[in-house]
Nanobody, 124 residues
Framework: QVQLVESGGGLVQAGGSLRLSCAASGRTLSSSAMGWFRQAPGKEREFVAAISGSSGSTDYEDSVKGRFTISRDNAKNTVYLQMNSLKFEDTAVYYC?????????????????WGQGTQVTVSS
């Protein structure tokens, strides 16, 4: 059974930083594409960032490019999302997701396993 547990969310002022973590059990993440998604109240879940399971290539949604960084620590079986220069519109529940395959995608339906989410609130 694969379990993903996110942590690191919280309340931060605009311009501040947070680092989200996603710790996995039941599966080795090094061979899996991983993604971060977010969902604001009344909105659909949307892609934020992804990292491939082979080359470690990354992909970012345009609004977070240059501010957010996705990375992985294979020894800890953990994926991170470093979020800098946070904006009010970044407020959402952030979800970690894992694919069985190594290729990363932006669509929600491509991911097989999901964490429970962690709340990020940015005050303006």
């Amino acid at each position: 059974q694969v379990q993903l547990v996110e942590s690191g969310g919280g309340l931060v002022q605009a311009g501040g930083s947070l680092r989200l973590s996603c710790a996995a059990s039941g599966r080795t993440l090094s061979s899996s594409a991983m993604g971060w998604f977010r969902q604001a109240p009344g909105k659909e879940r949307e892609f934020v960032a992804a990292i491939s399971g082979s080359s470690g290539s990354t992909d970012y949604e345009d609004s977070v490019k240059g501010r957010f960084t996705i990375s992985r620590d294979n020894a800890k079986n953990t994926v991170y999302l470093q979020m800098n220069s946070l904006k009010f519109e970044d407020t959402a529940v952030y979800y970690c997701a894992c694919r069985r395959g190594a290729i990363m995608f932006r669509r929600v339906s491509a991911y097989d396993y999901w964490g429970q989410g962690t709340q990020v609130t940015v005050s303006s």
